[in-house]
Each structure stands twice: as C-alpha cells, then as structure tokens.
T-cell receptor, first 113, second 115 residues
Framework: DAKTTQPNSMESNEEEPVHLPCNHS???????IHWYRQLPSQGPEYVIH???SNVNNRMASLAIAEDRKSSTLILHRATLRDAAVYYC??????????????FGDGTTLTVKP | NAGVTQTPKFQVLKTGQSMTLQCAQD?????MSWYRQDPGMGLRLIHY???????DQGEVPNGYNVSRSTTEDFPLRLLSAAPSQTSVYFC??????????????FGPGTRLTVT
C-alpha cells in the first residue's frame, strides 16, 4: 500500500493561514489524495480530496504538487475549532484496495488564540 | 440519514470474554471498515469489506473476526478479549471507488476497556 508521511505536530495562530504538508512519494497514478481530520473525542471527518488539480471547498484547499509526490492542506484562516489531528491518506480509484485505506499518525494542529 | 451508527458507546470486558461491536450504515455504502485507535495514536485498520459476503484483513486483524451478511451491517467480534485490545474502535463506510464522493464516513466510536 502506498504510504504517506506527515509531521507529528504543527502550531498556528488564530486567524492565520495554516499549511499542512503530506509526502506520498510512492503514489500510483490511480490514487486519490484524501484528507480527514479528527476533533478531540470524535471520529474522523472528511475534509477534501483530489487527484491532480488543486481543489477548494468550504472547509479548506488542497494543493497537489505537479509530480503528485506531495500535497498541502491549506486552512485559510485557522480558528480554535480547527485544532485537531489531520490525516492524509491515499485511496485507489480503480481497484478494491481502496477498501484497505490505512491511516498514519497524522499531524496534530494546535491553534493559539 | 442516521449515517454510521455504532453500539455500544462504552464497554468494559474481563480478559477472556467475547463480545460483538455493532456497526450499521443507512447510506447504501458498499465499503465498510473497522479501525482501532490506541491512546495518542493514529487509526489502524483491522478488517474491511468491499460488499456483502466479502471481507479481508487489514493491518491488525489478529483476535478479531468479521462477517458481512448485509450491505447495512458490519459487526466486529472479539473472540477472547485481552488487555491489549483496550482501545477506541471506529467503523467507517463509503461508496465504492469510481463513484463520486467516495470519502469515508465514520461512526462515533466504541470505547472498550479490557481488564
């Protein structure tokens, strides 16, 4: 399975942008990049996903490197409610290994007031 | 939609006891998975299913059994509980690949303590 690598922790100030990096150097051509976050004492929730092009939604933006070996989740204005563990995972679009999605330890984001 | 539901929310077992953690989803998702999360750690995949009647092992399957007789339900059975299985268990579901929005939806978790 293709794996991802993320920093263990990051800090941000409230109302400032946050860039959360993820390396996935062994990504295959049919792997989608998914981001999830886990608020304290809750199950993970979907944030955003993409294949090749940069993506935006109401929660965040996803910037994907041209060679697809890395990506960055961008929170444009961090709030205290964004403090969470952020996971970057790969999900294969075209075969049943998409069912075998594995999570790493993620990045713990601390937002300071 | 209720989404992904898990029961019970909390459970305490003695070593050697068996039990079944229940997971159900009402979104007609083909894919379902079980993860465990130990304190301060990420999620590790236990078992997963790509449709009714089809299951496979994840990263840490030992000590757990699953079956998938319906699309909606995916129970996880602990055969003989051990203290090392103390963890929070999350169930997740998604559409199959190729369908739009095949992100995973997670349940609220079951906190299991084995003494």
């Amino acid at each position: 399975d293709a794996k991802t690598t993320q920093p263990n922790s990051m800090e941000s100030n409230e109302e400032e942008p946050v860039h959360l990096p993820c390396n996935h150097s062994t990504i295959s051509g049919t792997d989608y990049i998914h981001w999830y976050r886990q608020l304290p004492s809750q199950g993970p929730e979907y944030v955003i996903h993409g294949l090749t092009s940069n993506v935006n939604n109401r929660m965040a933006s996803l910037a994907i490197a041209e060679d697809r070996k890395s990506s960055t989740l961008i929170l444009h204005r961090a709030t205290l409610r964004d403090a969470a563990v952020y996971y970057c995972i790969l999900r294969d679009l075209y075969n049943t290994n998409a069912g075998k999605s594995t999570f790493g330890d993620g990045t713990t984001l601390t937002v300071k007031p | 939609n209720a989404g992904v539901t898990q029961t019970p929310k909390f459970q305490v077992l003695k070593t050697g006891q068996s039990m079944t953690l229940q997971c159900a989803q009402d979104m007609n998702h083909e894919y379902m998975s079980w993860y465990r999360q130990d304190p301060g750690m990420g999620l590790r995949l236990i078992h997963y299913s790509v449709g009714a009647g089809i299951t496979d092992q994840g990263e840490v399957p030992n000590g757990y059994n699953v079956s998938r007789s319906t699309t909606e339900d995916f129970p996880l059975r602990l055969l003989s509980a051990a203290p090392s299985q103390t963890s929070v268990y999350f169930c997740a579901s998604s559409y199959r690949p190729g369908q739009d929005s095949y992100e995973q939806y997670f349940g609220p978790g079951t906190r299991l303590t084995v003494t």
